[in-house]
């Protein structure tokens, strides 16, 4: 996955990139054409041509006329002293599901390490959540030696598989119970619980968090933290957990109308994920409920299409450059002392109000 490049002596970053995908055998004889490498970096041509004369001097690439850039040599030196080390990033969900911000702290980090000369490689799949995922992990692992691992959207048997071959490896989200992995985590729990706390502050007494039914850690303990939440306040709350089964729009808006046929509907909502924020806002003011006059909604996480959103969805936001700056320090750490425990790292998301939750409105039926 290419990185983008960074607003600083711009020309230098993009011919550092450039360098490492050569490196990493992305492309074979030729560059890419100027004009389709300027739109996947999001570059002007002057600042591409810059870069690419730098490479030219250190004898990377040739210029050839009418035809482009021939690459003449792969090799990029690691730092003085270090052994470049690979760094694999395992993910059970295709690249194309993954949250947009998981997409930047990706190429934030994927930056970072070649910055520090370590190769990065991408594996994902559906495959290694199925049944028999021990072997798929087997034969990964045993093709991709001597690396370091991060595992993203782990399930509890990839966790569980790492640690017991004591594979250096670092978990971004939340850890299963019986893994001991080190794990760079945004907290799920204390956001569902402060966004309980904040529903029933405006004075909701019947609220839900609806999102995709799964087993993985980070969900169980959002559900965990909306219900504590939601019982801090006593016993005139009623929380409902409400899970679909499928990640579609026509599997959300089952469970808001099995959720509008309660005999007392939740009058505030917390989204799990940002796609399903879209969905549900949209059927409740298809069915004449008005945010948040009628029903009030909150976002766990934050996406760059919400902004663009009215009412401006309250939502929780940390930055993907320092999720990707911490992931790297332990990634860094595991290089270094493969075998040395390493502490946990927690994010708590900043909450950002917007203008979607307000005190409940009158009951209506749809």
Known sequence: MLSLPQKRILAVDVAEILRGEIAAGHWKDWLPAERALSDLLKISRPTLRRALKSLEHEK??????????????RSAPAPAGREPVTVHLLSPDPLEQLRHYSHLWIAELHFKLFKSGHDFQIHHGTHYLRRGAERSLARLVSRNPGGVWILVHSSRIIQRWFTAHGIPAVIT??????CDLPRVVVNMEAVCRHAAGELVRMGHRHI???RLKTDRAGDLESDRGFSSGAQRAGNSITAHLLHYDEDTPEAIARTLQRMMRMSAPPTGILMAHASGYATAATWLSER????????SLICREDDSFLQFLVPRPASYQYSPRNFALKIDSVVQRLIKQPAKTVPEIQI???????????????????
């Open 60 to 73: 990377t690439i040739k210029p050839v006329h009418g035809r482009g850039h021939r690459i003449l040599s």
């Open 348 to 366: 708590i998301p900043s909450y950002k109000p917007g203008n979607s939750v307000g005190p409940p409105g009158p009951r209506k039926s749809i």
């Open 208 to 210: 839900a968090l609806i």
């Open 173 to 178: 989200g939340s850890r299963h119970e019986g």
């Open 288 to 295: 004449g409920l008005r945010i948040p006059r009628d029903i």
